[in-house]
């Protein structure tokens, strides 16, 4: 019965995320070869960085002058912010370049086979894995709002995966992305990542490696780069997160405000696209089928296609003093993290939760419920930032 009523579900769910962009490429031509690299980019005054981010940094001690060209890369434990008040990621223009993109590693969140099949609290059995299938080429007629998110961590390029979503308050022109948490801060064990960009139907036409040497810029990233001017997560994932998951795992949820590097429309309206959130945390058992889309990246896969799982949810509990998560079977991997889960409501396609963690063996997701908590953290997004 399970793989009738996923059928019937995919049916539905593709349908309904089949959202047609209207400006495919229409940001511009922002990884085009004559592009200064960074720091010709700081020298032409390009890269400057903000009044109000600089004197943040300046804060912190760090050498405003040399963060876009290069100093970013400094890691060291008191310059790496980690408060929810300090995040920092000015525009270094010409940075995120397809190579670049391209040698970017999986943000990998797995927990131990072991430790997810605890009896702990009120998970359910673990799910029969569903092997991923790729998404219809282009992208943007298929699946217009998922895309990827990538960013630099001390271990050097990373990537997720990430949702064009809605703005209740700023209706038809959304500049926000849904992501996980740990695609934008490390937890506890450090602070939050440099150089945040979501690149939206990356690779549309899903080339080969061999093919993208040749591919043009719009091809790789149709709608451009947008550049995270502000993240929010939780503050649980902030204290609580680890490169495992952690505590902070049922709470591993961002939304960031994007603006483009090059170019003046909102993300919505550039993509043609974006998906409202669902945040009434519907038990696992009244959820109905979810899909699971993003960008696997680690073996057997590299990144380079977008894939979806769909499958009835179950319950997934780390502890009984954690809120429940919801857990699919999938075979993603890395670099799938922070996609969004979709479920139709009354016909309309909504994201309900993201990929945080997953097994050691990658047979399956598990993600978190959206409640109060996250829904209060996007409304501030949307009200503080939604505007600019």
């Known amino acids: 019965m399970r793989s009738t009523r996923s059928r019937l579900a995919a049916t539905a769910l593709l349908a309904a995320v089949a959202l047609t962009a209207t400006a495919c490429g229409g940001s ?82 797995t927990i131990s086979t072991k430790d997810a099949s605890a009896d702990q609290g009120v998970s359910d059995p673990e799910p029969a894995p569903v092997e991923a299938t790729a998404e219809k080429t282009p992208y943007h007629q298929n699946a217009a709002p998922v895309g990827k998110v990538f960013f630099d961590s001390p271990d050097g390029p990373a990537v997720c995966s990430g949702t064009v979503v809605k703005d209740v308050n700023h209706p038809g022109k959304s500049n926000l992305v849904w992501t996980a948490g740990h695609c934008v801060h ?42 995270a001017d502000w993240a929010s997560t939780s503050n649980e994932w902030i204290q609580g997160g680890s490169s495992t998951g952690g505590a902070g795992a049922a709470y591993d949820y961002s939304v960031l405000h994007v603006k483009p590097e090059q170019g003046a429309k909102s993300l919505e309206e550039t993509v043609g696209a974006a998906l409202d959130v669902d945040f009434s945390a519907p038990s696992a058992t009244e959820s109905g089928t979810m899909g ?27 502890s009984p003093t954690l809120p429940t998560m919801y857990r699919i079977g999938c075979t993603m991997t890395g670099g799938s993290s922070g996609g969004g889960w979709f479920r139709v409501v009354d016909g309309e396609t909504k994201l309900v939760s993201n990929t945080s963690i997953g097994p050691e063996d990658n047979t399956w997701l598990a993600g978190p419920q959206l409640g109060k908590g996250a829904e209060a953290l996007y409304q501030n997004m949307s009200k503080t930032y939604g505007g600019q």
């Open 28 to 109: 511009g031509d922002d990884e085009a070869s004559d592009k200064p690299s960074a720091s010709q980019a700081a020298d032409q005054g390009k890269a400057e960085v903000p009044a109000g981010i600089a004197d943040k940094l300046k804060e912190h001690g760090i050498d405003v002058d040399a963060w876009a060209d290069g100093g970013w890369q400094d890691w060291d434990k008191d310059k790496w912010l980690s408060e929810a008040k300090d995040f920092v990621n000015p525009v270094i223009e010409g940075l995120w370049k397809p190579e670049r993109m391209q040698s970017a590693k999986e943000a990998d969140k």
């Open 186 to 227: 490390a937890g506890g064990e450090g602070g939050w990542y440099r150089n945040i960009v979501f690149v939206p139907a990356y690779n549309d036409l899903g080339k080969s490696e061999a093919d993208l040497s040749n591919a043009d810029s719009t091809e790789i990233a149709p709608y451009g780069n947008w550049w």
């Open 292 to 318: 699971a889309w993003g960008y696997p990246a680690a073996p057997p896969y590299n990144g380079l296609k977008m894939f979806k799982c769909l499958d009835q949810p179950g319950r997934l509990s780390l």
